[in-house]
Structure formats: C-alpha cells, structure tokens
Nanobody, 124 residues
Framework: QVQLVESGGGLVQAGGSLRLSCAVS????????MAWFRQAPGKEREFVAS????????YYADSVKGRFTISRDNAKNTVYLHMNSLKPEDTAVYYC?????????????????WGQGTQVTVSS
C-alpha cells in the first residue's frame, strides 16, 4: 500500500512560480513511477509529468515542457513539481499519483494510487 499527500497549492499571479510537494508513505520499488496530473473544472484529468523513483528519468506533457520540473528526494520520500512561468490555463486541482508500471503512462486508469489533490489558481 502506498499513501500520497499533496501540498503547496495556492493562488499565484501569471508569470509566477509555485512548488507542489507529494509526501509518499508505504512501499516503493525501484521500478515505481510517480506522476502529477491536473484537472480543471469541466475538463478531464490530464497528465502533467512523471518520474521514475529509481534513477530519476522524467517525462513531461508538451503543455508544461520547459516550464515545470518534476523531481524527487528519496531520503524525504517526497516528489516535487516546480512550476514556473505559470499561466491562467494552468489553473486546476493537481494530483499526485503512483504506479508500479512505466513512467510513460499518461492515463489516469494506469495509476494505482492517488493523493487528495491540491488547488492551484493562476490569476491573469
């Protein structure tokens, strides 16, 4: 069993930065992959970024590539999402997710565990 708890969301102006954190508890394997998803009102949940727990290989959605950075601290059992140059269209509830599968997974049903979500609001 894996438990995930997100934090760090809030209100920020366009062009600003924010860092989200996901505290991980429970069993993780070297093949474990962590990801961030987001869901805006009236829209489907979409993939943002993922990282392999062992080795740190990363994968990003085109919409955030170059602006967002996913990272992890193994000692703290925490995954981060550093968000820069934020845009109003980045406004959404951001969710942390985990899978025993590949970090290339982009769909919600491919992930085994989910956090409760944290709200990010970007004003213009």
């Amino acid at each position: 069993q894996v438990q995930l708890v997100e934090s760090g969301g809030g209100l920020v102006q366009a062009g600003g930065s924010l860092r989200l954190s996901c505290a991980v508890s429970g069993r993780t394997f070297s093949s474990y992959a962590m990801a961030w998803f987001r869901q805006a009102p009236g829209k489907e949940r979409e993939f943002v970024a993922s990282i392999r727990w062992s080795g740190g290989l990363t994968y990003y959605a085109d919409s955030v590539k170059g602006r967002f950075t996913i990272s992890r601290d193994n000692a703290k059992n925490t995954v981060y999402l550093h968000m820069n140059s934020l845009k109003p269209e980045d406004t959404a509830v951001y969710y942390c997710a985990a899978t025993y599968g590949s970090l290339w997974h982009r769909q919600s049903h491919e992930y085994d565990y989910w956090g409760q979500g944290t709200q990010v609001t970007v004003s213009s």
